[in-house]
């Protein structure tokens, strides 16, 4: 891999753009000449350019100007752009070129040894950034990765609590039911122990068969995420004892699995959270589609979440972070509003090509 950057040198005097090649080829980077703004700004559109070392004073577009277009652009906001200047500059037209992103000046007649050690430090602080920038999409890539193979975990412990568990529980549910009336008396110690067995087993049956849709429930597929989500209210009302109400837009149809997948366990990890953390006894949710996006909301009227945790990504949990992750890999955004007076949890994922 060439792991040089490239530095975009701007000039209008082919003698001047020699001299900067010169003095900068030590550095051993990528140099790329460019005789007016206008060329620099195609070089710029089509390479990653790490630092533009820019002349002041060019026809048709000054370096100012090329520095404006440059800012105006939002893949170039944190384009390092050192001006080359023959003239004195006063503090205002300091200021000027600061304000429009300069980071540095350099005055002719230039010493060969400042202008490299200033482009060093910003080659550095780019190379720096790009390894830092990799390494955040490898995190993230790796975050995926784990999102899914829990869901694929969860939908493999869901169908063999169900498929191996469940029908267990059935056969001996059947079988204690067969044995009752025959050999006990149903007022008989045996005959009452008996019936306990059989509604227990009745029990465990009703338990492993939430336990296992909760881990992957099969609605999802077949009917949808609003099927999913009034399934899961209902049942999360009764266990939490929190009083839910459900909204869902007449036009919000079917999303994508992925995108069915993500908001679901967006809801679940939400309600969890409104259960262990917020004291609220009541949770709305709302499902609509607004500008392009599916939109999903869950809200509480508890005592918020704590600053430490939502304000600091250093502080948040995992789930938080989960829910991030599961929005943005779908090109969404995930926000959270809290205050103490309650927490509104808004997950925006794009609803194009979805019916």
Same mark, same amino acid.
């Given at each position: 891999?060439? !792991?040089?950057?490239?530095?975009?040198?701007?000039?209008?005097? &082919?003698?001047?753009?020699?001299?900067?090649?010169?003095?900068?080829?030590? @550095?051993? %980077?990528?140099?790329?000449?460019?005789?007016?703004?206008? %060329?620099?700004?195609?070089?710029?559109?089509?390479?990653?350019?790490?630092?533009?070392?820019?002349?002041?004073? *060019?026809?048709?577009?000054?370096?100012? /100007?090329?520095?404006?277009?440059?800012?105006?652009?939002?893949?170039?906001?944190?384009?390092?752009?050192?001006?080359?200047?023959?003239?004195?500059?006063?503090?205002?037209?300091?200021?000027?070129?600061?304000?429009?992103?300069?980071?540095?000046?350099?005055?002719?007649?230039?010493?060969?040894?400042?202008?490299?050690?200033?482009?060093?430090?910003?080659?550095? @602080?780019?190379?720096?950034?790009?390894?830092?920038?990799?390494?955040?999409?490898? =995190?993230?890539?790796?975050?995926?990765?784990?999102?899914?193979?829990?869901?694929?975990?969860?939908?493999?412990?869901?169908?063999?609590?169900?498929?191996?568990?469940?029908?267990?529980?059935?056969?001996?549910?059947?079988?204690?039911?067969?044995?009752?009336?025959?050999?006990?008396?149903?007022?008989?110690?045996?005959?009452?122990?008996?019936?306990?067995?059989?509604?227990?087993?009745?029990?465990?049956?009703? /338990?492993?068969?939430?336990?296992?849709?909760? *881990?992957? &429930?099969?609605?999802?597929?077949? =009917?949808?995420?609003?099927?999913?989500?009034?399934?899961?209210? /209902?049942?999360?009302?009764?266990?939490?004892?929190?009083?839910?109400?459900?909204?869902?837009?007449?036009?919000?149809?079917?999303?994508?699995? /992925?995108?069915? @997948?993500?908001?679901?366990?967006?809801?679940?990890?939400? =309600?969890?959270?409104?259960?262990?953390?917020?004291?609220?006894?009541?949770?709305?949710?709302?499902?609509?589609?607004?500008?392009?996006?599916?939109?999903?909301?869950?809200? !509480?009227?508890?005592?918020?979440? &704590?600053?430490?945790?939502?304000?600091?990504?250093?502080?948040?949990?995992?789930?938080?972070?989960?829910?991030?992750?599961?929005?943005?890999?779908?090109?969404?955004?995930?926000?959270?509003?809290?205050?103490?007076?309650?927490?509104?949890?808004?997950?925006?994922?794009?609803?194009?090509?979805?019916?």
């Amino acid at each position: 891999m060439d !792991d040089r950057v490239n530095i975009l040198l701007v000039d209008d005097q &082919p003698a001047k753009l020699l001299a900067y090649e010169s003095m900068l080829e030590n @550095l051993g %980077e990528n140099l790329i000449k460019a005789g007016s703004a206008k %060329e620099a700004l195609e070089h710029l559109l089509q390479q990653d350019i790490a630092l533009v070392l820019a002349d002041i004073s *060019m026809p048709e577009m000054d370096g100012f /100007e090329l520095a404006s277009t440059i800012r105006q652009h939002p893949r170039f906001h944190k384009t390092a752009i050192i001006f080359v200047s023959a003239v004195y500059l006063t503090d205002q037209d300091r200021l000027k070129g600061y304000q429009l992103g300069a980071v540095d000046y350099v005055s002719v007649p230039i010493i060969p040894e400042v202008l490299c050690a200033k482009v060093r430090i910003f080659v550095e @602080l780019h190379s720096k950034t790009r390894q830092l920038s990799d390494s955040e999409k490898s =995190l993230r890539t790796l975050s995926l990765h784990l999102l899914r193979s829990q869901d694929e975990e969860r939908r493999r412990i869901g169908r063999d609590i169900h498929e191996s568990l469940g029908q267990t529980l059935v056969a001996i549910k059947m079988g204690l039911d067969s044995v009752v009336p025959s050999l006990v008396a149903a007022d008989s110690e045996a005959g009452q122990q008996l019936a306990e067995c059989c509604r227990l087993a009745e029990t465990a049956i009703k /338990e492993a068969r939430t336990i296992s849709h909760l *881990m992957y &429930p099969p609605m999802l597929d077949e =009917l949808g995420l609003k099927s999913a989500i009034a399934w899961y209210l /209902e049942g999360f009302a009764q266990r939490s004892e929190t009083s839910t109400t459900f909204e869902v837009s007449p036009d919000f149809g079917r999303l994508t699995p /992925e995108a069915e @997948l993500a908001m679901f366990r967006i809801l679940q990890e939400s =309600l969890t959270n409104v259960h262990r953390h917020s004291s609220s006894r009541t949770a709305d949710v709302r499902l609509f589609r607004k500008g392009g996006m599916a939109c999903l909301e869950v809200i !509480d009227h508890g005592r918020g979440i &704590p600053f430490n945790i939502l304000g600091n990504g250093q502080e948040a949990g995992v789930g938080l972070r989960g829910m991030e992750e599961r929005v943005r890999h779908l090109g969404g955004k995930l926000e959270i509003l809290s205050t103490n007076r309650g927490t509104k949890v808004v997950a925006r994922v794009p609803a194009e090509g979805t019916s």
